[in-house]
């Protein structure tokens, strides 16, 4: 499997647009996570599905922000509007059996937002 | 509130040396899991050692081992024979047992120098 994969790897866009990520996470694993990291605040947990269905949404900072599962293998984190304060590197890891065991983590995608 | 610390933001070994990073938590569960991972300059998360809190007997993954004292709840990572590929970030990151939100520490960056 080539692992967790995350598009694109470097994203720079001017405020106020609309920014999507994208994850396709290791086939078979029923869990995905995505994480944000910042100097500020390190390593946030923003939303974990199971079986593609959203379980947790608490770390989401603003209605800017929303993801959806439709398939398995496949994962978006949308930020709209975006602003300065989004700018981070934002991580897609999935795992088997949730993040008790293993989580494997994608190359992460660089926002900058002008 | 359930956090954890990593006090040493940054930390150097010789190669072939060993070195020890230090981690606290606080929480009050009585179940819970442990992990260190590591975070090369290429960005992408790696899983180090996992610790599971019921179990006494200390991981050990090769050259890497943990320090895991309950009573006291700290968790450090100790490197044996030190390699240039083992510079890094290195997060600490806890998980109680009934939840799937792993608590990162903000990491300790280890330099190893030849």
């Known amino acids: 499997d080539a692992g967790v994969i995350q598009s694109p790897r470097h994203e720079v866009t001017e405020m106020g647009q609309e920014v999507t990520l994208r994850c396709k996470p290791i086939s078979g694993h029923d869990y995905l996570f995505w994480y944000r990291q910042t100097m500020m605040r390190g390593l946030e947990l923003l939303i974990y599905f199971n079986n593609n269905v959203p379980i947790d949404d608490s770390g989401m900072p603003e209605d800017r922000f929303s993801a959806k599962m439709p398939n398995a293998s496949f994962s978006t984190l949308k930020i709209q509007p975006s602003e300065p304060r989004d700018s981070a590197v934002y991580f897609c890891?999935?795992?088997?059996?949730?993040?008790?065991?293993?989580?494997?983590f994608g190359q992460g995608t660089r926002l900058t937002v002008v | 509130a359930q956090t954890v610390t990593q006090s040493q933001p940054e930390m150097s070994v010789q190669e072939a040396e060993t070195v020890t990073l230090s981690c606290t938590y606080d929480t009050s569960e009585n179940n819970y899991y442990l992990f260190w991972y590591k975070q090369p300059p290429s960005r992408q998360m790696i899983l180090v050692i996992r610790q599971e809190a019921y179990k006494q007997q200390n991981a050990t993954e090769n050259r890497f081992s943990v320090n895991f004292q309950k009573a006291a709840k700290s968790f450090s990572l100790k490197i044996s024979d030190s390699q240039l590929g083992d510079t890094a970030m290195y997060f600490c990151?806890?998980?109680?047992?009934?939840?799937?939100?792993?608590?990162f520490g903000t990491g300790t960056r280890l330099q190893v120098f030849p």
């Open positions: 890891a999935s795992s088997l059996l949730g993040a008790r065991t293993e989580a494997f």
């Open positions: 990151a806890f998980i109680p047992f009934n939840t799937d939100k792993l608590i």
